[in-house]
């Protein structure tokens, strides 16, 4: 019998894919220049805010559909939401 991969009911992506898309996000974050994101303590901050919406969805915003693990990162970013959290 062959074994299962386990997979996002929603997306169909299977754990590996989904664990490679997360090394992509995270290597892009690293490379947006520094001057050009927010301190550590604010990312954490926001992306705190963001674990508490309603809106969240693996990652993605609701509102807009981007990674919020990348608006967060961006001194430009900013919470999409109709009411803003940050």
Same mark, same amino acid.
């Given at each position: 019998m062959e074994k299962q991969i386990p997979f996002c009911k929603k997306c169909m992506w299977t754990k590996e894919l989904m664990e490679k898309e997360l090394i992509k996000l995270q290597d892009y974050i690293a490379n947006i220049p520094e001057e050009?994101?927010?301190s550590q303590?604010?990312?954490e901050n926001r992306l705190l805010i963001c674990d508490e919406c309603k809106e969240l969805r693996s990652g993605l915003c609701g509102q807009c559909g981007c990674y919020v693990a990348i !608006? /967060? /990162? !961006?001194k430009i970013g900013y919470c999409p939401h109709v009411h803003k959290k940050w």
């Amino acid at each position: 019998m062959e074994k299962q991969i386990p997979f996002c009911k929603k997306c169909m992506w299977t754990k590996e894919l989904m664990e490679k898309e997360l090394i992509k996000l995270q290597d892009y974050i690293a490379n947006i220049p520094e001057e050009e994101k927010v301190s550590q303590e604010e990312y954490e901050n926001r992306l705190l805010i963001c674990d508490e919406c309603k809106e969240l969805r693996s990652g993605l915003c609701g509102q807009c559909g981007c990674y919020v693990a990348i !608006r /967060a /990162a !961006r001194k430009i970013g900013y919470c999409p939401h109709v009411h803003k959290k940050w």
